[in-house]
């Protein structure tokens, strides 16, 4: 057969390598969303797709899915299996295909979705019980399952797909009367609705899409949706795309092509996605770029977007493709042919960019190696909970391996915790961020709120610090104590010239945090009992295989460093300080300090 290669060759086969020139400009193609001239077959990646499936078909049929005595709280890992087990036994290129031993373990495992199954369709999740929205993520591994097992006429499938129908139909059922927590919730659901009408069709599926639908899909100026994640984000896109294909609504590849765009910039050039401005759990994780390969592969196939083709073939390179990538996805290619398709247009991006999301108030700078994020979105006023912003990380900035993952401002003053800012303002190329504080103490009730026997209302101090039964709202403030932070940062070619001013009550200690990663070699600073850097005066240094972080001057007044945290935090034992090498310069108010970064 003619391009056919031998099993042990594509073994022998190193990851897809990062292709594309870096030119200056992106040049979008004029027939953008148009879907003319279809290319051949990606012959390589499907080869690759097919043997990573097959191997993990190999570990599946020597593992039990589920233990004795242990009741199963995460159904992907069952639904994942389904997928990658009905694809090894519909595609003709595997070894599994017609596997009667394949189709043995396909009706185990699809018999224990069923038994978990709920009357009313749903599937528990963790702390979620009969979770409608839970059950929509399962959908999206079974019902593409379903799409190729449909498709297969071998005879030992007949009872699986009958009960996969089963499955499907009742979750149908919940997909269409039940509620979600969250706004990616929604259109997951109507992903799901979408995949289940497919397949078997019925207008009250459609009918609940567009119930959905019908609230509006929230996306800003910056290109992001509500919960500002690139987890979720990835999510949406997904499911929105799964919308535009099975319902025919082309217009919701407009909004997947806008954010697409705006994570291009989030993505630094070893996959690590820019987190920090989210909204939601992602906000403290280190995640990759390679959670969004079918998003930007169907896109930059669908578009012909120069900077979708990068984006993939970036994602091809990480060794995250070849682990998470590659076993579990052939039942997509199979399921969504346009994905096999080879992407009929070269990656093109431009490395040297500014780009300021004034929504997020978060700006990303790339000049070469240099790498660069600044932020001061987070919502106001401050709650450590999901759904707002509270990362108080204001600056990180990398060089290929050398990594400052973040810089962080904290002061003594009233306990209240790290700077955050109320916002940037860009000046040309000068971002300012800013901050005032407020601490009060608090007058005797007047005679009409006062209780003879003391109880009074439970309630929280109005900087929110801690509860008294004080009835805090019936009292007067008083000596009332302002705290205002100014940090001027000024970029000039990869260089970053900080300007930091903290004025108000004397003698609050200042402390500059800088977190480097792990197992980074500091020059320059001393380091204490306890493993912190105190960058006491010159510069300090890193090097990582051939990248160099300089940075400096410092200034060393004060040796605390505990409890940078807010009381919110420490009170429970708490903290947001992270793995790797800390360096700190400090002070004491009135704070005066210029430093640079390079």
């Known amino acids: 057969m003619k391009n056919q290669m031998s099993r042990g060759e594509f073994l022998r086969l190193g990851s897809l390598s990062l292709a594309g020139t870096l030119v200056s400009d992106l040049a979008f193609a004029n027939d953008f969303f148009s879907n003319n001239n279809p290319s051949k077959e990606d012959f390589l990646l499907m080869q690759k797709l097919i043997l990573s499936n097959d191997a993990k078909v190999k570990t599946l049929l020597n593992k039990e899915l589920t ?61 979620n019980r009969q979770s409608p929205p839970d059950t929509a993520f399962i959908l999206e591994y079974i019902c593409p399952a379903a799409v190729l097992l449909n498709s297969n006429k071998q005879k030992e499938l007949t009872e699986i797909k009958d009960k996969l129908k089963k499955f499907i139909q009742n979750a149908g059922e919940a997909m269409t ?12 659901i109507c992903a799901a609705l979408a995949s289940i009408n497919s397949l078997y069709p019925d207008k009250r599926y459609v009918q609940r899409i567009d119930q959905w639908l019908a609230e509006g899909i929230y996306l800003n100026e910056d290109g992001h949706y509500s919960e500002r994640s690139g987890v979720y984000s990835a999510v949406i896109d997904k499911a929105l795309i799964t919308m535009a294909r099975l319902l025919n609504r082309p217009q919701l590849l407009d909004i997947v092509n806008k954010n697409l765009t705006t994570y291009f910039y989030y993505t630094e050039t070893n996959g690590d996605l820019v987190t920090v401005d989210s909204k939601r759990q992602d906000q403290f994780m280190n995640i990759k770029v390679n959670k969004f390969y079918l998003q930007y592969r169907y896109m930059a196939i669908h578009t012909k977007n120069p900077m979708f083709a990068y984006m993939v073939k970036l994602i091809e390179s990480l060794p995250e493709f070849t682990s998470d990538i590659l076993p579990d996805s052939l039942a997509f290619f199979m399921e969504n042919p346009e994905l096999q398709r080879e992407i009929p247009i070269e ?15 978060l700006a990303r700078i790339r000049r070469g190696k240099a790498s660069m994020t600044l932020f001061g979105g987070n919502d106001k006023p401050l709650q450590v909970v999901s759904g707002r912003s509270s990362n108080p ?30 916002g940037i303002v860009k000046e040309g190329n000068k971002y300012i961020l800013k901050e005032t504080k407020e601490g009060d103490y608090y007058q005797p009730l007047a005679p009409e709120f006062r209780k003879a026997d003391g109880d009074y209302k439970l309630s929280p101090s109005p900087d929110g610090r801690f509860w008294n039964k004080m009835d805090f709202d019936s009292r007067v403030n008083s000596n009332v104590k302002l705290q205002t932070t100014v940090i001027e940062i000024t970029e000039n070619n990869g260089t970053l010239n900080l300007d930091f001013k903290v004025e108000g009550p004397p003698n609050v200690e ?5 977190c480097f990663s792990e197992r980074t070699i500091i020059k320059g600073a001393e380091q204490d009992v306890k493993k912190n850097y105190f960058l006491k005066s010159g510069s300090g240094e890193i090097v990582a295989n051939g990248n160099t972080i300089q940075f400096g001057p410092g200034k060393c007044e004060h040796y605390n460093v505990e409890n940078l945290d807010s009381e919110e935090y420490t009170y429970h034992q708490g903290s947001l300080r992270t793995s790797g090498e800390h360096v700190y310069i400090t002070g004491f108010t009135p704070f005066y300090h210029k430093m640079t970064i390079s």
Do not use: C
């Open 347 to 361: 990656g093109k991006v431009a490395n040297d960019f500014e780009k300021y999301f004034a929504v997020s108030n």
């Open 177 to 188: 009367t039940g509620g979600v927590h969250t706004p990616n919730h929604r259109w997951v």
């Open 67 to 127: 233990e004795p005595g242990i009741r199963i709280s995460n159904f992907r890992p069952i639904a994942g299996a389904v997928t990658v087990l009905a694809a090894s036994i519909s595609n003709s290129k595997s070894e599994y295909y017609k596997s009667e031993s394949v189709a043995q373990k396909l009706n185990q495992v699809v018999d224990i979705l069923l038994k978990e199954q709920y009357s009313d369709g749903t599937l528990d999740a963790g702390g």
């Open 510 to 514: 200042v402390t500059i945090e800088m």
């Open 393 to 422: 990380n204001f600056l990180m900035y990398r060089k290929g391996d050398a990594i400052l993952k973040y810089m962080r401002l904290s002061t003594s003053f009233f306990r209240l915790g790290y700077f955050s800012s109320d």
